[in-house]
């Protein structure tokens, strides 16, 4: 991979920013794309002077998408959103942009392209997010039927947004919402782990044109996460049901906000479960030993304690 160019969409993200680290540790130059290059500055320390460059394009743009890949041997997708805002819709970014950018991938002739998606990608699905993944998915394979599709489950790791947000609430409301009940199933996954499998997926020749899902080693209910999460930062709160059709009501609301905490098509994704499917090929097939997620929690949940990281207890290495 040393002093190749890999141009990677939503490189300023939480996943994305993971795997410029990695890209630019074995040598890779990087087109780090997003909307707001000045945002995404942050990204250049990671690489040597000159190898990471942050670069502006929206992905819902054919002719800035074709700029971004020109010149680049592999490629990496990973912009998504989780509530549509403006222009940038479901149908946009995760349905159309996937497409747009693959076949600028194959028109530039990029040699690989990992395309990530999410677990629960379902065109039957009831919510808006998991049909547009599924049909971004087709989008890919038509356009470039050698690329590699991952689906993670949920994501932690430093900045994630489930475990912090959760945190986050715990230190100012007296109970959490379990929404329908939280006995539906997670199989949450290490960013690293993440980077790692899309590294390997550029460089594997037998992961061309497959797809895989990405768990960690143990699969939880949204009850347990939450109970984990409370452990962790040392607070006790009561988990009180919210029945799904009091959760919707309140999401109807929420979504008004420029940015919604909650929304009615996410409170479909919660009735489901978002564990890696039986007979999937998985994170072992990309040579990637999963990180159970006990290990990696303590890191940086403890900002969220009573008194703050330094209150004392437990030490970390
Ligand atoms: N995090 C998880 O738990 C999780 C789980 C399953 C699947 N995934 C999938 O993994 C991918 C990455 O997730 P993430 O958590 O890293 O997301 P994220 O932190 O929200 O990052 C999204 C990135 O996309 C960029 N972006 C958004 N709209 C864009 C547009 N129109 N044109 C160009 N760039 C745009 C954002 O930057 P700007 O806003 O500055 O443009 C940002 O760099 C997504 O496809 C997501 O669906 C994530």
Not at 176 to 194: E, H, R, S
Not at 296 to 313: E, H, I, K, S, W
Request: proline share 6%; aromatic share 6%; with cysteine.
């Amino acid at each position: 991979m040393q002093g190749q160019l890999a141009t990677v969409f939503g490189a300023s993200g939480f996943i994305g920013r993971n795997i410029v680290r990695e890209l630019a540790a074995r040598g890779v130059r990087v087109n780090a794309v997003c909307r707001d290059a000045e945002q995404a500055k942050f990204l250049k320390p990671m690489g040597a002077v000159g190898q990471v460059t942050p670069m502006r394009a929206d992905v819902t743009d054919p002719a800035a998408v074709a700029r971004a890949v020109a010149g680049a041997d592999m490629v990496i997708n990973l912009v998504g959103i989780l509530y549509q805002s403006g222009r940038n819709t479901f149908d946009a970014v995760q349905a159309t942009a996937p497409g747009t950018i693959a076949k600028a991938a194959a028109d530039a002739g990029v040699r690989a392209l990992v395309h990530v998606s999410a677990i629960g990608a379902d065109a039957d699905s009831r919510s808006a997010y998991a049909r547009s993944k599924a049909a971004g998915e087709a989008a890919v394979r038509a356009a470039f039927p050698a690329a590699t599709v991952l689906r993670p489950s949920i994501v932690f790791g430093a900045n994630d947004s489930f475990f912090n947000r959760f945190a986050a609430m715990a230190q100012v409301m007296p109970f959490l919402p379990l929404i329908g009940g939280g006995a539906n199933k997670f199989q949450p996954v290490y960013v690293d782990d993440v980077a790692d499998a899309a590294i390997a997926a550029l460089q594997r020749p037998e992961a061309a044109g497959k797809t895989y899902e990405l768990g960690g080693p143990s699969t939880y209910t949204f009850r347990q996460l939450l109970e984990l999460m409370l452990v962790e930062i040392r607070r006790r709160r009561p988990l009180v049901t919210v029945p799904f059709w009091l959760a919707s009501l309140q999401a109807a609301v929420l979504e008004l906000l420029p940015v919604p905490p909650l929304t009615r098509d996410q409170i479909e994704l919660l009735k489901r479960d978002n564990v890696v499917a039986p007979g999937a090929s998985t994170l072992a097939d990309l040579g990637v030993d999963p990180t159970p997620l006990e290990i990696v929690l303590p890191t940086y949940l403890d900002a969220f304690r009573l008194g703050g990281r330094y209150a004392g207890g437990r030490a970390h290495a």
